[in-house]
Antibody, heavy 114, light 112 residues
Framework: EVQLVESGGGLVQPGASLKLSCVAS????????MSWVRQTPGKTMEWIGD????????NYAPSLKNRFTISRDNAKSTLYLQMSNVRSEDTATYYC???????WGQGVMVTVSS | DIVMTQAPLSVSVTPGESASISCRSS???????????VYWYLQKPGKSPQLLIY???NLASGVPDRFSGSGSETDFTLKISRVEAEDVGIYYC?????????FGAGTKLELK
């Protein structure tokens, strides 16, 4: 059974940094592109970016590429999202997804507030 | 960016009847390889989204055949025949033709 389990969310102050993790199981992690998608409190879905199966290539939403970094550790079957200089508009539920979003994690909430 | 426009934003359906949700893209989603890169997802209340339809008309694993997807290069339809209580939630279309991948605003399906 494919499972994606995110962690690392919480309440963070504007301007701070935060790193989310996603541990994958039930499939060969190193065979798949992986993505991060976020959902705002108003239910809007926004693609953040993705990373090639070997970690050699990443794509980002233009509005986020200067502050967000996606990485992976295939030995640990773990996907990461490093968020820096966070803003109130980054408040959302963050989902780890596989490939063409065929599997989603349970999501982790990030709240940016002072 | 490719804009995905869904309609309606909400729909109320009597159990056992059918429902259709439309999605229009601002650009053709037909790739030169012949594949149309539109996808449909359902987010049930309190749950993560799940894949329903991939590449316009292919049913994802485990999804009931009451769901079907169709369309052209820019206009797409998700049809649910014989709506059941478990179909309640928010339906999203998405395009994976090019980056940034984008989603529609969502259509909320409720039961009458």
């Amino acid at each position: 059974e494919v499972q994606l389990v995110e962690s690392g969310g919480g309440l963070v102050q504007p301007g701070a940094s935060l790193k989310l993790s996603c541990v994958a199981s039930g499939f060969t992690f190193s065979d798949y592109w992986m993505s991060w998608v976020r959902q705002t409190p108003g239910k809007t879905m926004e693609w953040i970016g993705d990373i090639k199966y070997d970690g050699s290539y990443t794509n980002y939403a233009p509005s986020l590429k200067n502050r967000f970094t996606i990485s992976r550790d295939n030995a640990k079957s773990t996907l990461y999202l490093q968020m820096s200089n966070v803003r109130s508009e980054d408040t959302a539920t963050y989902y780890c997804t596989r490939s063409y979003f065929d599997y989603w994690g349970q999501g982790v909430m990030v709240t940016v507030s002072s | 960016d490719i804009v995905m426009t869904q309609a309606p934003l909400s729909v109320s359906v009597t159990p056992g009847e059918s429902a259709s949700i439309s999605c229009r893209s601002s650009k053709s989603l037909l790739h030169s390889n012949g594949i149309t890169y539109v996808y449909w997802y359902l987010q049930k209340p309190g749950k993560s989204p799940q894949l329903l339809i991939y590449r316009m008309s292919n049913l994802a694993s485990g999804v009931p055949d009451r769901f079907s997807g169709s369309g052209s290069e820019t206009d797409f339809t998700l049809k649910i025949s014989r709506v059941e209580a478990e179909d309640v939630g928010i339906y999203y279309c998405g395009q994976l033709l090019e980056n940034p991948n984008t989603f529609g605003a969502g259509t909320k399906l409720e039961l009458k």
